[in-house]
T-cell receptor, first 115, second 113 residues
Framework: GAGVSQSPRYKVAKRGQDVALRCDPI?????LFWYQQALGQGPEFLTY????????KSGLPSDRFFAERPEGSVSTLKIQRTQQEDSAVYLC?????????????FGSGTRLTVV | DQQVKQNSPSLSVQEGRISILNCDYT??????FLWYKKYPAEGPTFLIS?????DKNEDGRFTVFLNKSAKHLSLHIVPSQPGDSAVYFC????????????FGKGTSLLVTP
């Protein structure tokens, strides 16, 4: 597709449930980023992939968060045993360049609500 | 701690006038700065960027100014148009921030006809 596609757009999870959020980056893009945006805040970095390699996972808030990009294209962000503080919009972005110093393209996000 | 700060949550400007959005940062190692624009229910869209070796970058109606000594940057939009109404995020990166962009909390701009 022409842009970064994320699914589902909305997800409601009961506390303790596991969720999986999908990101389809722009075809051929080397770099893929995940960000978390809480209400009223700016996006906060979670993790970065260059092709299939996860080069930076310093922003993942706990070991309940796990991301993968096994074939260097589609990525999945998994959150285990969701908690209320995980409620946020999860944004995926991709870029044809490596690193962060470029205006990469964001998807529309997945809004996760944990009840 | 918030390393990029946008102290004005909102701004209202008349159509045709100049909009000035401000951003301050605390990390002196930041050397690249970006502005993103976000409409409701959409992801942020890259607008304009500036490297620390410059103090100004211009792209059409949008100009970003960087004052390194004050650790301050601003985005000027002139003339402002109703379609510019959106949330604007300032972001920064540097050699010690890994692959992360550090975002501010955003400023909501409303351009009134």
């Amino acid at each position: 597709g022409a842009g970064v596609s994320q699914s589902p757009r909305y997800k409601v999870a009961k506390r303790g449930q596991d969720v999986a959020l999908r990101c389809d980056p722009i075809s051929g893009h080397v770099s893929l980023f995940w960000y978390q945006q809480a209400l009223g805040q700016g996006p906060e970095f979670l993790t970065y992939f260059q092709n299939e390699a996860q080069l930076d996972k310093s922003g993942l808030p706990s070991d309940r968060f796990f991301a993968e990009r096994p074939e260097g294209s589609v990525s999945t962000l998994k959150i285990q045993r969701t908690q209320q503080e995980d409620s946020a919009v999860y944004l995926c972005a991709s870029s044809s360049m490596t690193g962060s110093n470029y205006g990469y393209t964001f998807g529309s996000g997945t809004r996760l609500t944990v009840v | 701690d918030q390393q990029v700060k946008q102290n004005s949550p909102s701004l209202s400007v008349q159509e045709g006038r100049i909009s000035i959005l401000n951003c301050d940062y605390t990390n002196s190692m930041f050397d690249y700065f970006l502005w993103y624009k976000k409409y409701p229910a959409e992801g942020p869209t890259f607008l304009i960027s500036i490297s620390s070796i410059k103090d100004k970058n211009e792209d059409g109606r949008f100009t970003v100014f960087l004052n390194k000594s004050a650790k301050h940057l601003s985005l000027h939009i002139v003339p402002s148009q109703p379609g510019d109404s959106a949330v604007y995020f300032c972001a920064a990166s540097g050699p010690n921030s890994g692959y992360a962009l550090n975002f501010g909390k955003g400023t909501s701009l409303l351009v009134t006809p």
